[in-house]
């Protein structure tokens, strides 16, 4: 089974709104870091900082989603507008199985949840049926019911 993962930038990324201006993601390191050992491929979609994700920038990750051969898909993504951004593909009601995840701490800095939350995502995206969910600290959430409180964490709403 292979899965495809789409890198949108965010915090797992390493990304830092006050600083865009790099252009490589770490997602590729992570993975091997990770020793994931299921088929997979990446493919990035955009690196910002999701508070700057615009409407053509969703409408290429759904466009993406609907058009890569996989059924699984991951999607790196910053949390702050993850909710938003998993409710506007589970709303398009696709056949395929889409994880969503992100970081609350940089994935380039020591003590990070990325790694935790990106094994998490790949996990999830074997075993779940077909859907769009979150996954975030070692929960899983349906797009139609996910937020994040003030506090960071993402709760059924």
Not at 3 to 25: A, F, M, N, P, S
Not at 88 to 96: E, N, V, Y
Request: aromatic share 8%; hydrophobic share 40%.
């Amino acid at each position: 089974m292979a899965i495809r993962v789409l890198i949108t930038g965010g915090t797992i990324d390493g990304i830092d709104y006050i600083d865009e201006k790099r252009k490589k993601t770490i997602i590729p390191e992570m993975l091997i870091l990770g020793r994931i050992s299921e088929e997979y491929s990446t493919e990035v979609i955009c690196l910002k900082d999701s508070r700057f994700l615009n409407k053509e920038d969703l409408d290429l990750l759904l466009q993406r989603c609907l058009s890569c051969h996989e059924s699984k898909i991951i999607v790196t993504h910053g949390t702050i507008t993850m909710a938003n951004s998993a409710k506007f593909l589970g709303k398009a009601r696709m056949d395929k199985t889409i994880v969503l995840v992100g970081a609350e701490i940089f994935g380039d800095r020591d003590g990070s949840d990325a790694l935790f939350n990106l094994g998490m995502a790949f996990s999830a995206v074997q075993l779940l049926p077909p859907g769009v969910y979150v996954t975030m600290n070692g929960k899983i959430f349906s797009w139609e019911s996910v937020k994040k409180d003030a506090a960071g964490y993402f709760h059924e709403q």
